[in-house]
């Protein structure tokens, strides 16, 4: 398997990153989609993991300035990480840690010294495994049980 990673430029390669989180969040976890679709996606960054020309996974990256508002990333202090998904037939192949770490270098590249994200539970590990400590106590979003993680760059 030979994946690639890069940033959705194109109307066709966003679309892509839709169909995902279209497929896995509203699909699969029973997200809302007034909820998947929160405004942020035209201020932020798409990564999308091609395998061939089918795109079989996704991260989301958006800014956030010193009063933690939304912001283009290149204007950011601190960067969010989410809106993580992969494809259920392309899971633990190491798809998500490649992302993961695409979004990383990309903030580092950019200048940028935090990254902080709102991790489903399940996946906490995953994440810790990647250098993210949790913060804080539990909370749920979308009727999903969260822990809010960061990191330094």
């Known amino acids: 398997m030979s994946v690639v990673i890069r940033t959705a430029e194109s109307p066709a390669e966003r679309l ?3 169909r995902i989180r279209e497929r896995v969040f509203i699909g699969e976890q029973g997200i809302a989609e007034a909820i998947e679709r929160d405004g942020l996606d035209d201020i ?7 395998e061939s020309d089918t795109a079989v996974g996704t991260a989301r990256v958006v800014g956030l300035d010193g009063r933690n508002r939304p912001v283009p990333p290149a204007a950011a202090t601190v960067v969010k990480i989410g809106r ?5 037939s392309k899971r633990r192949l190491g798809i ?3 992302l993961l770490d695409t979004a990383l270098d990309l903030a580092r590249q950019k200048g940028l010294r935090r ?3 709102s991790a489903q539970a399940y996946v906490v590990g995953f994440y810790e495994h990647a250098g993210f400590r949790v913060e804080g106590d539990p909370y749920v979003e979308a009727g999903i049980p969260h822990r809010r993680m960061s ?3």
């Open 84 to 88: 993580m998904a992969v494809l259920p």
């Open 16 to 18: 892509a990153v839709w």
């Open 115 to 117: 990254a902080e994200l």
């Open 44 to 50: 932020a960054w798409h990564l999308v993991a091609w």
């Open 151 to 153: 990191r330094e760059l």
């Open 96 to 98: 998500g840690r490649r």
